[in-house]
């Protein structure tokens, strides 16, 4: 639906549609489990697709996370305008079992409460990122990186969803999970400045990619649990990062982290996620990724790893 929405106003300035695109294969990246060109839980400062400076291109892509009790799936779209600007739409859902909700429910009763229906949180993003200067693959000659700044609005559309209990009442008429949790607001904007080079050719002959991007913010758990708290209502400065090498000219394996601040505390409080990737890119117009992601604790979940795959295309 987005790629029919904004496809006449591009084609009325009559730029180049990048079937491929012209340039390095994986030099876009993967789309990240929040819409924008990167790894899979941060962003780079690349542009998405392979578009180059006369260029359109589009993107589409799917996620899935398995955290046990948890699961993540998202989906969303993406342009990528004249190797400049990037702009993406992604819808999340994180789906609840009801063994965790029955056990919030008991602990806030002190048991009197035992049962509840499982739940879902689902979030919107809408991201913007420009390129504001470098460039990270073909300026071999200077070791400045490309860097990007990007912005990201969330709005959890369950903030104030009731949880509902297996006989259809709702004892807490107009309170989500990341409410009850403790979180102040519904919505909130990310802004970041990431820093990405390419080096091609190492010492081992490999490319190698390295990506640190700082992230100001004050998301829980991504947004998922919403945003600041009654106590902590301020944005932090967080950091994230990346470290690939490219095995083959079509396959890459590599580690990400990001931190997180702790607002909530108590049984939603936060660690830093890590996981590590493989990406596949048979060509230009398809890639596939599966990783290893460890996000510590979640509500009732001190250890919360999982599997992680996304599929994403580009045309």
């Not at 006449?8 to 990246?29: E, H, K, M, T, Y």
């Not at 342009?79 to 056990?103: C, K, M, P, W, Y």
């Amino acid at each position: 639906m987005i790629r029919h929405l904004l496809l006449p106003l591009f084609l009325a300035s009559s730029p180049v549609l990048a079937d491929s695109g012209s340039r390095l294969i994986a030099s876009g990246g993967i789309t990240g489990f929040e819409g924008t060109a990167g790894g899979g839980i941060t962003p780079w400062a690349f542009i998405g697709g392979y578009a180059s400076k006369e260029e359109v291109s589009y993107s589409a892509n799917i996620q899935y996370l398995s955290l046990s009790d948890y699961s993540l799936t998202t989906a969303g779209a993406s342009v990528s305008l004249f190797d400049r600007i990037e702009l993406s739409v992604q819808r999340q859902r994180l789906d609840i079992a009801s063994g965790l909700t029955s056990n919030v429910f008991a602990l806030l009763t002190e048991g009197a409460i035992t049962n509840a229906n499982s739940t879902t949180i689902e979030q919107d993003i809408i991201g913007a990122k420009v390129k504001v200067l470098g460039d990270g693959v073909f300026t071999q000659n200077s070791w400045i990186p490309q860097v990007s700044i990007g912005a990201q609005y969330k709005k959890n559309r369950d903030y104030d969803s009731s949880l509902s209990l297996p006989d259809g009442t709702t004892p807490l008429p107009g309170v989500g999970v990341p409410m009850l949790l403790g979180a102040k607001d519904d919505s909130g904007t990310d802004v970041y400045l990431s820093a990405t080079k390419l080096w091609l050719g190492t010492s081992s002959g490999y490319n190698l990619l390295t990506n640190l991007t700082a992230r100001y913010t004050k998301a829980n758990v991504f947004g998922l649990l919403g945003f600041g708290s009654e106590n902590n209502d301020s944005a932090k400065l967080e950091w994230e990062g990346s470290l690939a090498v490219l095995i083959s000219p079509t396959t890459a394996i590599g580690t990400e982290f990001r931190t997180q601040t702790n607002r909530l505390g108590g049984l939603a409080e936060e660690d830093t996620v890590v996981d590590a990737f493989i990406a596949y890119f048979p060509n230009k117009s398809i890639s596939i990724t599966a990783a290893y992601v460890d996000l510590g604790n979640l509500p009732l979940q001190e250890s919360s790893s999982g599997f992680y795959l996304t599929v994403n295309s580009t045309f």
